[in-house]
């Protein structure tokens, strides 16, 4: 139980271009998930808390107008990198919260590229 | 600032040695929980062990133990008899507020050799 997958698992796109990532609880549901980055050989940083059927909260220093954050259901949320520049290029991971055992549970990641 | 410190950056041992990974984090608060993942090559994030701050007995899961110090906000990690399919970056995350938001330290990396 407590699966957690994304999509996609890694893309590569021009500059300019928005890419959308999906991420999904398989087998619970979440009202609330998560939306991290990872650099090369550092930690993870939150990027958003996303809870369904309410707007994303942001961390600071994330800008809400670059990075869409929609929760349209209770096993869905979405990633929306808008005007993509190659300082966007990372490697993103979501996670979901489960309400039964209290904890975070983390999708496999999308490796972002932007040429 | 609440906040988590994972002392050891890299750490290589051979197959079947133990390892402990440290974890020691910041906090005002009473009521908190810790958690520690696994983050292999492949990236994805595998969860280890939830414990709240009530519960200071220790943990054994196998060849994974925790030690659970409230009094030095220590929760260390060892792994008795490491194999090479341990080698990866573990990461202790506290979580001190009801945001459910994880505190990530920044890693260990562990190396098991052959």
């Known amino acids: 139980g407590a699966v957690v997958s994304q999509h996609p698992s890694w893309v590569i796109c021009k500059s300019g271009t928005s890419v959308k990532i999906e991420c999904r609880s398989l087998?619970?549901?979440?009202?609330?998930m998560f939306w991290y980055r990872q650099f090369p050989k550092q930690s993870l940083m939150l990027m958003a808390t996303?809870?369904?059927?309410?707007?994303?909260?942001?961390e600071q220093g994330v800008e809400k107008d670059k990075f869409l954050i929609n929760h349209a259901s209770l096993t869905l949320s979405t990633l929306t990198v808008t005007s993509a520049h190659p300082e966007d290029s990372s490697f993103y991971i979501c996670?979901?919260?489960?309400?039964?055992?209290?904890?975070?549970?983390f999708g496999p990641g999308t490796r972002l590229t932007v040429l | 600032a609440q906040k988590v410190t994972q002392a050891q950056t890299e750490i290589s041992v051979v197959e079947k040695e133990d390892v402990t990974l440290d974890c020691v984090y910041e906090t005002r608060d009473t009521t908190y929980y810790l958690f520690w993942y696994k983050q292999p090559p492949s990236g994805e994030l595998v969860f280890l062990i939830r414990?709240?701050?009530?519960?200071?007995q220790n943990e054994i899961s196998g060849r994974y133990s925790w030690n659970f110090q409230k009094s030095t906000s220590s929760f260390n990690f060892t792994i008795t008899a490491s194999q090479v399919v341990d080698s990866a970056v573990y990461f202790c995350a506290p979580r001190m507020d009801s945001s459910y938001k994880l505190i990530f330290g920044s890693g260990t990396r562990l190396l098991v050799r052959p």
């Open positions: 087998d619970f549901q979440a009202t609330t």
């Open positions: 414990r709240n701050s009530f519960d200071e």
């Open positions: 996303s809870n369904e059927g309410s707007k994303a909260t942001y």
């Open positions: 996670s979901a919260l489960s309400g039964s055992s209290d904890t975070q549970y």
